[in-house]
C-alpha cells in the first residue's frame, strides 16, 4: 500500500525539484550551477545507455565514449558545416551513431563476457586515434563549433531542454524495461544459453539493446556539444566510457535511477572538489573516484540505488514486524 | 506417427566419439527414455537434436522436417522444448518472469510497440499473463510467483524448469534428468508432472538414471554405452538386454 503513493510522489517531487532548480536563487544557485546540472544531466543520459546494454542486457561495452563523440560530432558537423536546420541535425545525429552502432555490433556482439568488453574498448581507442589525426574531421586542436539555435541561447533554455531530454529517455526506458521486450533482454543477462534453448534470437536482441544504447549515448553527446558551443576530438576519449561505466556503477546497474543518481551525485562531486580550492585536488579526482568505486563494489554490490532498496525492504519488514508484534520465524 | 527421426547421428571431440552413428525414433504422443551410464552420450544427443552443438554428421528430422545443425532458438520455434541437467533457470529473476521469457518466442512487440504501446502489446501480454497462470497451476508452482527462481526448493526449480518449457506450447518436451539431485521422496510430484505432460498429447524424450520411474513411465527406452546405441524397444526388453545389464543396470530390477 505505501509503495503505491511513495513511488510516484517521490518521482514527482524530483521532477518539481528539478524544474525548479533554476529559480531556487535563494539558495544560491547562480548562473554556473545551472551549467553544471545542465552538464550533469546529459552525462546522466549517457549512463542511462549503458545501464541499457550493461545493467539490463548483461554485455560490457566499453565504446559509450566512442559513440557519444560520434553523437556530438554528427551533429556539430550537421549544424554547422552542413547548416542543418536543428530539428533535423539532433535526431539524424543520434540516428547515425545508431547506424554506426549497428555495424560495430554486428561482428563485436559475436564475442561473449570480458572479450566484448575488449572488443568494444579497442574500437574506442581506434576512434579516438582517428578523430584525433583527421583534423579534416574533427578539426583537430581548434574543434568543431556547434551552433545554438535561437531558442537554446539562454542558459535556462538549454537546462530546460536537457531535462526534457532526460525525462523523455527515463520514460522510454522505463517502457523498455518494464514490457516484454525488456525481461529478454534481462535473460539474456541472467542465462544466455537458456535464453536460446527457450527460442529467443539473443543475438538480434543484443543487437537491438546496443544499437539503441547507441542512439542515446549520440543523443546525450550532441546535448554536450550544444551546452559547450563547441567540441574537440577529446570528447571521444575511451576515458568517458570509463567514467559513464562508474556512473552507473556507483548509482546502481539495472536500476532506472541508478544511472541518474551516480551521474548527477559524482558530478556534482567533482565539482564540489574543484570549489573547495585545495590545490591540486582536481589532479586526484580519478583516485577519488577510483577509492569510491572499490567501496561501492565491496559494500554496494547493487550501487548506491539497489543498496537503498535493499535497506529499504529490510526496514519496511522490520518495522512491519515490530508494529503487528509479529515472532520472528 | 514418427516426431522426431534421428539417423547416423555422429558427434567427435577431438579424437573422442561422443555420440556414435545413434538412430532412433521418437513416435508422438509416447514417453521415450534414454538411459545409459556416465558419458554414454545421453546430454550430447540432447545437445545435439536441440542445436546448443552442431553434429558431425547424420541427420536429426522433426515432423518431416530436418532441422540438423539449426540454432537453438530455430529448434525451439520448430516445437522442441528442452530441460537441462543441472537446472538451468533465469535465477535472480521471479519464477512468473521465467515463465513470462518461455512465452517470448510466441509473441511478436518489439522496441516500436513498447514505445508506442501498441494493441498487440497489450493483447501479447494478456494473453502471456493467462498463459503463465495456466502453467503456474499446472506445475503447482503458484505459491512460489514472486520469489526468485534461485530461492525456491531444488524440487520446485526442476517444475519451473519444465514450467519454463512448456510455456512456448512446444510438440516434444527434452527432460534431462528431471528427477537429477532431488531426494527420492519428492520424485513423484515430478513424475505424475510428467504423466500429465502426455495426457496433454505432448511427446516426451527423458533422460533419466532411476530405473523405476523410466520403467513405469517410459513406453519405449534407448540405451547409449560410450555414445553407441546398445538397446532400443519396450522397457522390459530392454531391461533384460544382456548388453545393457553388462554395460549399465547389473540386473534388471523390474
Known amino acids: ?329 | 506417427m514418427t516426431l522426431l527421426r534421428v539417423e547416423g547421428l555422429t558427434r567427435l571431440f577431438g579424437g573422442l566419439v561422443a555420440v556414435n552413428k545413434v538412430d532412433f525414433e521418437v513416435p508422438e504422443g509416447n514417453i521415450v527414455g534414454i538411459i545409459g551410464p556416465n558419458g554414454a552420450g545421453k546430454s550430447t544427443l540432447f545437445n545435439l537434436i536441440g542445436g546448443s552443438i552442431p553434429p558431425t554428421s547424420g541427420k536429426v528430422v522433426f515432423g518431416g522436417k530436418e532441422i540438423t545443425g539449426w540454432n537453438p532458438h530455430h529448434v525451439a520455434r520448430e516445437g522442441i522444448a528442452r530441460t537441462f541437467q543441472t537446472t538451468a533457470l533465469f535465477e535472480e529473476l521471479p519464477v512468473y518472469v521465467n515463465l513470462v521469457i518461455g512465452r517470448r518466442m510466441r509473441t511478436r512487440s518489439g522496441l516500436w510497440d513498447v514505445i508506442l504501446h501498441t494493441p498487440r502489446l497489450r493483447r501479447e501480454k494478456n494473453e502471456t499473463t493467462g498463459k503463465v497462470m495456466e502453467v503456474l497451476e499446472f506445475t503447482g508452482l503458484g505459491q512460489y510467483a514472486n520469489e526468485p527462481a534461485g530461492s525456491i526448493p531444488q524440487e520446485a526449480q526442476k517444475r519451473l524448469a519444465i514450467g519454463v518449457a512448456l510455456m512456448g506450447d512446444p510438440r516434444l518436451l527434452l527432460l534431462d534428468e528431471p528427477t537429477g539431485g532431488v531426494g527420492m521422496g519428492e520424485t513423484d510430484n515430478i513424475i505424475a508432472l510428467i504423466d500429465r505432460i502426455r495426457a496433454m498429447g505432448i511427446t516426451v524424450c527423458v533422460i533419466e538414471h532411476k530405473m523405476r520411474m523410466i520403467m513405469s513411465l517410459a513406453d519405449r527406452i534407448v540405451a547409449l554405452n560410450f555414445g553407441v546405441k546398445i538397446a532400443e524397444g519396450v522397457p522390459q526388453q530392454v531391461c533384460e538386454d544382456p548388453s545393457v545389464i553388462e554395460a549399465y543396470l547389473g540386473e534388471c530390477i523390474a
Open chain 1, 1 to 329: 500500500m505505501m509503495k503505491k503513493f511513495t513511488k510516484p510522489g517521490l518521482y514527482l517531487l524530483l521532477l518539481g525539484l528539478a524544474v525548479a532548480f533554476p529559480w531556487l536563487k535563494f539558495i544560491g544557485v547562480d548562473k554556473y550551477q545551472i551549467r553544471i546540472m545542465t552538464l550533469a544531466m546529459a552525462w546522466a543520459i549517457a549512463a542511462l545507455s549503458l545501464n541499457l546494454i550493461l545493467g539490463y542486457t548483461g554485455q560490457a561495452s566499453l565504446a559509450q565514449g566512442a559513440f557519444m563523440g560520434i553523437g556530438a560530432y554528427s551533429f556539430g558537423i550537421l549544424a554547422q558545416r552542413a547548416g542543418l536546420n536543428f530539428w533535423l541535425a539532433l535526431p539524424l545525429a543520434c540516428l547515425i551513431t545508431a547506424f554506426i552502432g549497428l555495424l560495430v555490433g554486428l561482428p563485436s556482439l559475436r564475442t561473449k563476457g570480458p572479450y566484448f568488453a575488449i572488443v568494444t574498448l579497442c574500437f574506442n581507442v581506434i576512434v579516438f586515434k582517428v578523430f584525433e589525426n583527421w583534423t579534416w574531421l574533427s578539426g583537430g586542436i581548434q574543434g568543431q563549433v556547434v551552433p545554438q539555435p535561437a531558442f537554446l541561447v539562454q542558459r535556462w533554455a538549454r537546462y530546460y531542454f536537457v531535462l526534457g531530454c532526460l525525462v523523455l529517455v527515463l520514460v522510454v526506458m522505463h517502457f523498455i524495461v518494464k514490457s516484454l521486450l525488456g525481461v529478454t533482454l534481462m535473460s539474456i543477462r541472467s542465462n544466455e544459453n537458456l535464453a536460446e534453448a527457450v527460442g529467443i534470437n539473443t543475438f538480434r536482441n543484443k543487437l537491438l539493446s546496443f544499437v539503441v544504447s547507441c542512439f542515446i549515448v549520440g543523443l546525450a553527446g550532441s546535448l554536450l556539444a550544444i551546452e559547450n558551443g563547441q567540441l574537440d576530438f577529446t570528447i571521444t576519449s575511451y576515458l568517458y566510457s570509463f567514467y559513464i561505466l562508474i556512473y552507473v556503477l556507483i548509482g546502481g546497474a539495472a536500476t532506472l535511477a541508478g544511472p541518474v543518481v551516480g551521474a548527477i551525485g559524482l558530478y556534482w562531486l567533482l565539482d564540489y572538489m574543484k570549489k573547495v580550492g585545495i590545490k591540486g585536488v582536481e589532479e586526484f579526482r580519478y583516485l577519488i573516484f577510483g577509492l569510491i568505486l572499490i567501496l561501492v563494489v565491496i559494500y554496494l554490490p547493487r550501487g548506491v540505488v539497489g543498496g537503498t532498496k535493499q535497506f529499504w525492504e529490510w526496514a519496511k519488514t522490520r518495522f512491519k514486524k515490530k508494529k503487528t508484534g509479529e515472532v520472528l520465524e
